[in-house]
């Protein structure tokens, strides 16, 4: 017999980490309704062509990509925002803005497995649609920074920078998309040396290279005084000058609006994703070398798939590398355990008191597990033990004819009888 096991890159979630992650997603869905995000659901499957279309050539090389039997080319998404963009545009696109979008689900990328790198893996998404000012930029880093402190992550630091200050320089010197596209890959595995190399051998300006060095060198976590001297080299480059304001906007107006981020920002920081136009970011804890979510402005998104033209800035928070900050912070298990009961019928004609009792305690909170194995009250105790149940309720036919059970406390070790009708009272409930 062959012995099955799940498909490399894919996991079984077991009920310590189904619990966090589930824990997270509670806190996350909590925020989109304290923030006026609404759900909405789509598809795991789409088509290719709308998937790959700006994901960046990262990646589309790892789309879950096949033709289905209707003979269409799909893929398995790899994240959301292609799919709110369509739905935006087919289905939303009269709706007044602007549109505040929350998804969540699982998501798919042949990367290759290690620490906080999985095949499948889970994402809280939040898009806001409509805006192109920079408090709606300033939002999505807020809700993300509210994220984290309801989870009572320390210590993160949202790294961010703008792609409008590379795009601008390259754009001004006559690089075609596609090959500023290649540059933004580059960078993105912090390839600084080959991106420069390539783009030399484009011919740009040695004023473009000076830049370029430049703003691979405007980093830290002063904004001001990391970005101020760099500005100095962007003259001339109106674009790009353009966005450096743009990002020192957001960031102002998250200082003075009381935001207590901890930025660091860097000039040359550049993200996967194609459709970036804007301010971009990712928040990083010490203990990971991974981002535990990411996010930015992407304005011409939804124009490029057929709608009018509308600015968008969004924010993917990643819920298992969430899951393994918390763990390695040792703030996990942070999720309030119910009550637990185990009830244990001493004999066979109690059964069905059994489940009535059972349901009256669920009633007010318990989470309770009938005795379901016919186990003698012995053997049923040592289980309850071992599995760490907090109380046992015996109910027995001498007890019960005074209309009583035997409650025993596991951890103290201890039992008395108590009326059946203050049962719940008795374990804390009522
Ligand atoms: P992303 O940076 O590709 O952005 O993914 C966001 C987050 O998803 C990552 O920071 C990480 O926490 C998690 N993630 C990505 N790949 C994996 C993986 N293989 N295993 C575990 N976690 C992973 C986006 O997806 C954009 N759609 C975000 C966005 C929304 N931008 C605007 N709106």
């Known amino acids: 017999m062959v012995k099955f096991k799940t498909v490399r890159g894919m996991r079984d979630l077991l009920p310590d980490e189904a619990r966090a992650m589930r824990y997270v997603e509670g806190v996350a869905r909590d925020l989109a309704e304290s923030y006026g995000y609404e759900e909405v ?20 090389k790892r789309m879950y990509a096949f033709i289905d039997l209707g003979r269409r080319k799909v893929a398995l998404r790899p994240e959301f925002t292609a799919s709110i963009a369509r739905l935006v545009v087919a289905t939303l696109r009269n709706k007044p803005k602007p549109l505040r979008l929350f998804c969540i689900g699982s998501l798919y ?13 889970w994402q809280s998404n939040y898009e806001l649609i ?8 300033m939002e999505v880093l807020a809700l993300t920074d509210e994220l984290l402190r309801r989870l009572r992550i320390r210590g993160y630091q949202f790294k961010v920078g703008h792609v409008g200050i590379l795009r601008g320089i390259l754009e001004q010197e006559g690089i075609k998309e596609v090959e500023q596209n290649y540059v933004m890959q580059l960078l993105d595995k912090k390839d600084y040396v080959k991106a420069l190399e390539f783009v ?25 005084d990391a970005l101020k001297p760099f500005k100095a080299l962007l003259k001339g480059y109106d674009a790009a000058l353009l966005a450096l304001d743009n990002l020192m906007d957001v960031l102002n107006l998250a200082s003075e609006s009381g935001l207590k981020l901890n930025v660091f920002v860097e000039a040359g920081f550049a993200r996967g994703l194609e459709y970036y ?41 990643g819920i298992d590398r969430i899951v393994l900050a918390m763990r390695k912070q040792g703030i996990l298990p942070m999720v309030k355990e119910r009550l637990s009961v185990a009830v244990v019928p001493i004999d066979e004609g109690l059964k069905a008191l059994a489940f009535k009792v059972a349901s009256a305690l669920r009633e007010a909170g318990a989470r309770v597990e009938v005795e379901i194995l016919g186990r003698s009250v012995s053997r049923a105790l040592q ?9 046992a309720v015996l109910i027995a036919p001498d007890e019960l004819r005074s209309g009583e059970v035997v409650l025993r406390d596991m951890r103290k070790r201890e039992q008395r009888t108590v009326k059946l009708e203050d049962l719940t009272k008795e374990v804390g409930l009522a």
């Open 41 to 60: 659901i789509t598809p795991v499957v789409e088509s290719y062509e709308l998937l790959s279309a700006k994901v960046g050539e990262e990646i589309r």
């Open 383 to 391: 289980d309850a033990d071992r599995r760490g149940l907090v109380y």
């Open 277 to 317: 136009t804007g301010m971009i970011f990712e928040p990083f804890v010490p203990e990971l070398n991974v981002a535990l979510g990411g996010g930015g402005r992407y304005d011409r998104l939804i124009e490029l798939f057929g709608g009018e033209p509308t600015p968008a800035v969004g924010v993917a928070h």
């Open 109 to 121: 990328r042949y990367d290759e497995p290690q620490l906080g790198r999985y095949r499948e893996f």
């Open 130 to 137: 409509g805006s192109k000012e920079p408090e709606a930029d």
């Open 200 to 224: 030399k051998s484009l011919g740009v300006s040695e004023r473009c290279v000076e830049a370029l060095k430049g703003a691979f060198e405007a980093r830290g976590d002063r904004p001001l």
